[in-house]
């Protein structure tokens, strides 16, 4: 009887140290060319400079994100300024060497020329006459073509996104839904059917995530996900954004990871994009003390943010992945972007790794 005893929890403890090695760890890190070709200098905790992929993998990361817009020379100056530049060939170049460093790699497809978020779901430019059946057919082709392209150069992703914070649908307006009701759903449906085909005809492999930013918001996030399964869209993983500032605090993030392994047992989950604040210097976007409800706006309150999240998520068997939005940031003796968000994982003023970094840890 012991004997059993024992290879039980021998097994048990076989199970869950498999399951904590396919969790990915990583980041978008979209920006990063940019950075690079400004001469941009990234240092370790301790100011020695370091290149970026090799020292994040030290670290333990082992995916790294992209986002990929349809024609992004078509984006406004001001969305420029903010980083907007990622084509197909700027895609295929950074995707190969995070391929070639050893990482997994997540491509993130915007559906528009700039960005794709809950507040703006612009419809490409050249699409902008298409009625819903060739909206569908140019996502299709887009995902296909751009698929395979990646495909050809030896950057094929593991992990493919069909959309961007798509709670209220995607392809404005022909495309927008309300996700608390039931107007809206076949056609936006058609446009996510007609991506996630392309990817299974040409990554057959590729895992298909379908991503939404309402982690705080159970009911939202339920109601979307079954609307789904009502129009049986063919993906495999859920997609969450989460940050504190907008999603309210790390408990109610867990409540809605339970319930979505009790809900939807077959899909795991990533919180594929998070951050927070350690400072608003510079930032366009927030004012001093802002966002400081749950956390100081400070490195020390970053890093203290990352060390919940990530006690949070290790106790949820469903969550496979964490990825840190826009890590890269470093505004140290450049000029990438005109302003700065101070959510990543290098101080802006001195180009150093922020503490939240050695938290950012399965």
């Known amino acids: ?191 996510l059917k007609a991506g996630c085909r392309a990817c299974r005809e040409v990554c057959p492999q590729s895992k298909i995530i379908i991503h939404t930013e309402k982690a705080g918001n159970w009911d939202i996030t339920d109601s979307y996900y079954r609307h789904l399964r009502q129009y049986d869209v063919d993906y495999d993983i859920i997609g969450l954004s989460y940050y504190p500032m907008w999603h309210k605090s790390i408990p109610n993030l867990g409540v809605t990871l339970n319930r979505l392994q009790e809900m939807y047992p077959d899909k795991p989950v990533m919180i594929v994009e998070t951050a927070a604040y350690y400072s608003h210097e510079r930032d366009p976007w927030a004012k001093p003390g802002q966002y400081s409800e749950f956390y100081p706006i400070s490195p020390k309150g970053q890093k203290q943010f990352t060390r919940e999240l990530m006690k949070e998520l290790k106790k949820h068997e469903n969550v496979t992945g964490v990825f840190w939005w826009y890590p890269e940031e470093n505004g140290y003796q450049n000029s990438v972007t005109d302003g700065w968000l101070n959510r990543g994982l290098f101080d802006n003023k001195t180009g150093k790794a922020l503490p939240a970094l050695k938290a950012f840890t399965f």
């Open 1 to 191: 009887m012991r004997r059993i005893i024992a290879l039980a929890v021998m097994c048990c403890l076989v199970i869950t140290v498999a399951a904590q090695q396919k969790r990915l760890l990583g980041g978008d890190i979209s920006l990063l060319p940019s950075y690079e070709e400004a001469g941009t200098v990234y240092k370790d905790e301790r100011g020695r400079q370091v290149e970026v992929l090799p020292f994040l993998k030290e670290r333990g990361w082992n995916a790294m994100r992209v986002r990929l817009f349809v024609n992004p020379a078509q984006a406004s100056d001001f969305s420029k300024d903010e980083g907007v530049c990622q084509d197909l060939d700027y895609v295929i170049r950074l995707s190969r060497r995070i391929k070639q460093e050893g990482f997994q790699l997540m491509l993130d497809f915007h559906y528009s020329d700039t960005w794709a978020d809950p507040g703006k779901q612009f419809t490409p430019k050249e699409w902008e006459h298409c009625d819903q059946a060739a909206l569908a057919d140019s996502v299709y082709q887009h995902t296909r073509r751009s698929l395979q392209a990646l495909k050809a150069a030896g950057a094929e992703p593991e992990l493919i996104q069909v959309g961007n914070e798509i709670t209220n649908g995607m392809l404005w307006p022909t495309g927008k839904i309300d996700p608390t009701k039931d107007e809206g759903w076949d056609v936006l449906c058609a446009f």
